[in-house]
């Protein structure tokens, strides 16, 4: 069965600090992986992309890596600001082809950034 | 470029009462998703067309929910009659490539409450 384990469930950091957000998954074949952020009562917002070939990928103070050996990633959030309070949710997509895409998304790391 | 816009953003229902979501994606998109998000668990996939096709409605629980999206634009979601375990926000995604599996943009969501 295609899962996706995000760790922790929650975490609490002061502005300024860095975080890790932890993503393991069992989906096969892999695809690609993404890591969305989900502001509170709002949809997600895609952040990175990584394919099978790729191990790193950064968008501003994100930066997503991948080992897909080991079937984990990981996102790095660089000097935390207030707005980087959200939910953090990996998507992991097990096709590439044409058809149904049933992506399997995490229950997400609930990070919350205090002054 | 406007995004996928949902209504309505709130609704609050008893059970065994009827509702309809409503999605408008983003112009030019040939995928339309709807997941069901239970609080503190991540999207899961409801259906999924490809223009007015639907190319995924394993997760639909077919005896209360129904989806259709006429000339491949907006979408409406139905739920009749509606149970408490319905309680969920309601996203609607759309990306542009008919195949899927590119990136998804998500609306806003439409907090359904089952009283």
């Known amino acids: 069965k295609n899962q996706v384990e995000q760790s922790p469930q929650s975490l609490i950091i002061l502005e300024g600090k860095n975080c890790t957000l932890q993503?393991?998954?069992?989906?096969?074949?892999?695809?690609?992986l993404r890591w969305y952020k989900q502001d509170t009562g709002r949809g997600p917002v895609s952040l990175t992309i990584?394919?099978?070939?790729?191990n790193t990928k950064s968008n501003g103070r994100y930066t997503a890596t991948l080992d897909a050996d080991t079937k984990q990633s990981s996102l790095h959030i660089t000097a935390s600001q207030l707005s980087d309070s959200a939910s953090y949710i990996c998507v992991v997509s097990p096709t590439s082809g044409a058809g149904s895409y049933q992506l399997t998304f995490g229950k997400g790391t609930k990070l919350s950034v205090i002054p | 470029e406007a995004g996928v816009a949902q209504s309505p953003r709130y609704k609050i229902i008893e059970k065994r009462q009827s509702v309809a979501f409503w999605c408008n994606p983003i112009s030019g998109h040939a995928t339309l998703y709807w997941y069901q998000q239970i609080l503190g668990q991540g999207p899961k996939l409801l259906i999924q067309?490809?223009?007015?096709?639907?190319?995924?409605d394993s997760q639909l629980p077919k005896d209360r929910f129904s989806a259709e999206r006429l000339k491949g634009v907006d979408s409406t979601l139905k739920i009749q009659p509606a149970k408490l375990e319905d309680s969920a926000v309601y996203l609607c995604a759309s990306s542009p490539s008919p195949q899927g599996g590119d990136t998804q943009y998500f609306g806003p969501g439409t907090r359904l409450t089952v009283l």
């Open positions: 067309f490809q223009n007015n096709g639907v190319v995924d």
């Open positions: 990584m394919t099978f070939s790729e």
């Open positions: 993503c393991n998954y069992t989906v096969s074949p892999f695809s690609n």
